[in-house]
């Protein structure tokens, strides 16, 4: 990956939208190598897929729950069933399984508290769970769906 990848990557990060004369401006490219170069990066898989971020406080989901979770069952069946009913949720934006004291951490996004409960009780309906623990933001300090590219190989 060179300096010019790096460059057609941070702009597709900022607006996937663009069209591809005018990145192909930015970077010093012609637009058919530039747009050659971008279908590479679908083809490989370094682009997954362009979407359209929302504004969530204007839709009423403003409200940021992290979730953590410990379990005592650390079995493949368990896992399977667990992740099968946390996916089907679609107020879970994020759920990682993790290292340390935390077994698995989501990031849950709901209009309020009362929403909150309510994904609360159906996720407990659908598996058992040792002992979660929700915290909710009250703040975003920082959010960005912009991956770091100096470290991109």
Same mark, same amino acid.
């Given at each position: 990956?060179?300096?010019?990848?790096?460059? &057609?990557?941070?702009?597709? =990060?900022?607006?996937?939208?663009? /069209?591809?004369?005018?990145?192909?401006?930015?970077?010093?490219?012609?637009?058919?190598?530039?747009?050659?170069?971008? =279908? @590479?990066?679908?083809?490989?898989?370094?682009? @997954?897929?362009?979407?359209?971020?929302? @504004?969530?406080?204007?839709?009423n &989901?403003?409200?940021?729950?992290?979730?953590?979770?410990k379990?005592? =069952?650390?079995?493949?069946?368990?896992?399977?069933?667990?992740?099968?009913?946390?996916?089907?949720f679609?107020?879970?934006v994020?759920?990682?399984?993790?290292?340390?004291? &935390?077994?698995?951490?989501?990031?849950?996004?709901?209009?309020?508290?009362?929403?909150?409960?309510?994904?609360?009780?159906?996720?407990? =309906?659908?598996?058992? &769970?040792?002992?979660?623990?929700?915290?909710?933001?009250m703040?975003?300090?920082?959010? !960005? !769906?912009?991956? /770091?590219?100096?470290?991109?190989?």
């Amino acid at each position: 990956m060179d300096r010019i990848d790096k460059k &057609i990557l941070a702009l597709l =990060q900022t607006d996937a939208s663009m /069209p591809v004369s005018v990145i192909a401006s930015k970077v010093g490219l012609s637009t058919t190598p530039c747009w050659r170069r971008i =279908q @590479n990066f679908e083809k490989s898989g370094v682009i @997954n897929k362009r979407v359209t971020l929302l @504004n969530r406080d204007e839709l009423n &989901i403003g409200i940021d729950v992290f979730v953590a979770i410990k379990t005592s =069952q650390h079995n493949a069946k368990w896992l399977e069933k667990f992740a099968k009913a946390v996916t089907s949720f679609s107020e879970v934006v994020e759920f990682y399984r993790m290292s340390g004291e &935390i077994d698995y951490l989501m990031r849950v996004v709901v209009p309020d508290i009362h929403s909150f409960d309510n994904f609360y009780k159906r996720l407990i =309906q659908k598996v058992d &769970i040792d002992d979660v623990s929700s915290s909710f933001a009250m703040e975003r300090l920082k959010y !960005t !769906t912009e991956l /770091p590219l100096d470290y991109a190989t």
